[in-house]
Structures are given as structure tokens and as C-alpha cells.
């Protein structure tokens, strides 16, 4: 049977545009794939949801797919972008956000942060130019290696600051002297290799002759893994620090700096490998007053577990697990009896830190109740009511050694990662 010309040329021509339109799918598919791999990829990819997040007020959901952004997108109105699952934005080289609204609120978005090991310039993902910002359900994971990360030799840092991820820097002539009300919680924060990048950094030293005050942060149930530098901050009062991870993170995991660090909590923390190898304490507190320290737990670390700098009142640690440091546990010391006084420790768990358990000088009116130490590589209570005796004033002790049942379920517990 003859097959009519006017059929085969139709069936001629359905074949040809399929498989044309076939191999354009996969040629544009293969070309978004190399560009990938390569880091750049165009900022037109969701160019719509972004002009969108640029020029709209309120609520915003974020699209149901991955979003790839290669420049500094700034946000000026007030918005509340939320996501699900789904919602992923790949951040390149030159890519980030710039957050200058009055507020703004992030919720269950996933992002990924690729670098070119090479690339030199800005890696600050969120640069933050205005108070009230709220980052809920957070995933920021890091897929490609800077030049520092990529060696992994920690000989070759630099002793300065590292980059970080959160960043907010005060410039001069500013106008705003209080930065307030931002929370950070229920996140998962992944640097993909070590000794390259911090996480959050708010930094006042900009301003000259003044002080810039941080209040009212929040920094809850998030987990962070690798980074070079956690948490930092300066001059922060009202701030609350509790029930995150962090696991290896070095040049220090939670910082405040400045002489102005009023009636704030940490608590609830653990630490696993704090200094990750290099340097770094879990807590480094610098000109704390009315500050509570509890339940934390500090494994393996690679420095101090807990060290307090230039001068501390009202301070209460309790309730700490400062387990295997390579020196002392607990580290204060104070300049002068005018700048620490008021320090109490009470049921902290000290065990098999090489150096003192604790390390204490110059504090007036020092508290030790019912303290466990445990093969720690000096016996502190002797010092303090002995040879150093001169060094403290009105000190007040119950030797305790007794690990009773409840408390030391709680140590063992406060292993679990």
C-alpha cells in the first residue's frame, strides 16, 4: 500500500521539529549545567520573584523551585519572604543580599553559597543595614572552597578577622547608634571545609569616639559545622544565646567584645571541638556585668572553654560540662580587684582538662559551691586557699565531690551531639 505524500511529509516534519526541540532542551540544560559548575550562573534565573522581592511590601512566597542570584539584590521595604521544601536560592560569585528594610523575615528558605576557589571579591551573603530582622528555618550550606578552605592548613591563616557570612558594620556619622531585634533560630548553617569563613559578625569599631550598642538578640536552636569565627558581637545587652550546636568551629564560637555587655544569658549550648584544631574557646566574654552562664557543655577543645577578659561583675556559672581541653577549663584572668568581682561558680562538671580546671587571679568576692572536679591537670582548690591566696578576696567554697545519680545522668546525656 502506497503511503500518501501529504502524510509522510507530516510525519517528516513532526520527527525533525521533535527531535530539534529535544536537542535544545538538552543543549540549554547541558549549558545551565557547565555554568553551574563554574559558578556563574545568569541573575535572570527567577529575575522575576527577584524584582518582586525588590519592589514589594509584605508577604511574599518564595517560588517552588531553585533560584540562582550572581549580584547583590538590596532590600528596602518592609517584607516577610517565606518558602518551603522546595525553595532553594544558589548565591555565586558577586551574589548576596543587602538587607536596608524596617523589617524583615526569612522562613523556610534553603540556600547555597557556591564559590570559585579563586574568587576575590565580597563573601558576605547577608549584609545587614537596618534592625528588626528575623531568619526562622534557615538552611545556608557552602559547596565550593575558597583558597583558604581548600588548603585545610591551618599554619597558613591569617590572624585577622575572616569574612563572614552575616555581617553588619558600622560606618561613621551613622545615625543609628542602637542596633536591635534580631533573631536567628531554628537554622542550619554549613560551611563546607574549615578555616575560611565566620558566620555572624556584628562590628561596631567603626564609629569614632562613640558606642555602638547591640540589644535585644536572639541566637536559638541552630546548628553550625566549620566555620572560622561563630558568633560575634559587641556592646549587647538583652541578648540570648541558647540551645545551639556547634561543631567545629574555630577562632572562637561565641564572642563578646567591647566593654558593654549587659544582662544576657548563654545557655543550653554545646560545643564539640571548639577551636577545631587551631584556636578558638567556646565562650570568649569581654566586659560582661549581670551575666548568666549555664548548662553549657564544651567538649575536646582546642583552647579555653570558657575565658573572660577586661572585666566582669555579676557573673554566675552554673551548671557547666568543660570536658577534655587542651589547657584550663574555665579561664579569668583579672586585671584588679575594681574591674571582677562577684563571680560565682556553682555545680560545674571539670574533667580531664589538661591544664587547671579553672584558672582564677585578682577577684573580689569569689563564690565556689559544690564544683566537681575530676582529673584535671591541677587541683585548683589548693591554689586558691594556698599559695595564691593573696590574690582573692572574701572567697567562699564548699568542696563537693559526690556525683550523685540525677546529676551525673545529666553529664552523660550532655554527651549526645
Known sequence: MLINPVITLFLFLFFFISCS???????????????KIAGRLPSTTCSGFFEELKNTEGKIKA???????????????????????????????????????????????????????NYEGNQTLFELKNTNILFEKIRIDSVVSLKQEY?????KLSIEAPPFWIFRSFIENEKTKIFSNLIIKDGYFKNSSYYSVGFLYIDPKNI?????????FLFENNFLQNFHAGVYFSNC???????????????????????????????ENRFIYSGNGTSGDALTLSGI?????????????SCYGIAIHDHA??????????????????????????????????????????????????????????????????FVYNSILGKNENNYTGV?????????????????????F
Request: proline share 2%; net charge positive.
Open 21 to 35: 526541540k529535544e536537542k535544545n532542551e538538552t543543549s540549554e540544560k547541558n549549558s545551565l549545567e557547565t555554568k
Open 63 to 117: 517560588p517552588k523551585q531553585t533560584c540562582y542570584l550572581d549580584q547583590k539584590l538590596v532590600l528596602k521595604n518592609p517584607l516577610e519572604l517565606e518558602g518551603d521544601e522546595s525553595s532553594k536560592i544558589i548565591v555565586t560569585d558577586g551574589g548576596g543580599f543587602i538587607l536596608d528594610s524596617s523589617k524583615l523575615v526569612f522562613k523556610n528558605i534553603s540556600f547555597e553559597w557556591q564559590r570559585n576557589q
Open 151 to 155: 588548603n585545610r592548613n591551618p599554619e
Open 208 to 216: 569614632k569616639n562613640e558606642k555602638v550598642f547591640f540589644t535585644d
Open 237 to 267: 545587652e538583652n541578648c540570648l544565646v541558647k540551645k545551639n550546636k556547634f561543631y567545629r568551629v574555630s577562632f572562637g564560637n561565641v564572642v563578646f567584645s567591647g566593654t558593654d555587655n549587659k544582662k544576657s544569658v548563654i545557655e
Open 289 to 301: 556585668e549581670n551575666f548568666v552562664i549555664q548548662k553549657n557543655t564544651i567538649l575536646n577543645g
Open 313 to 378: 561583675k555579676e557573673v554566675i556559672l552554673s551548671e557547666n560540662i568543660i570536658v577534655g581541653g587542651i589547657t584550663d577549663g574555665l579561664y579569668i584572668p583579672g586585671s584588679s580587684y575594681t574591674n571582677f568581682h562577684s563571680i560565682t561558680l556553682e555545680k560545674n562538671f571539670f574533667s580531664n582538662n589538661r591544664g587547671n580546671a579553672f584558672s582564677l587571679s585578682n577577684i573580689k568576692e569569689l563564690n565556689l559551691f559544690k564544683n566537681i572536679l575530676v582529673n584535671n591537670g591541677h
Open 396 to 416: 567562699n567554697y564548699t568542696d563537693y565531690h559526690v556525683l550523685n545519680k540525677a546529676y551525673w545522668g545529666r553529664i552523660l546525656s550532655s554527651f549526645k
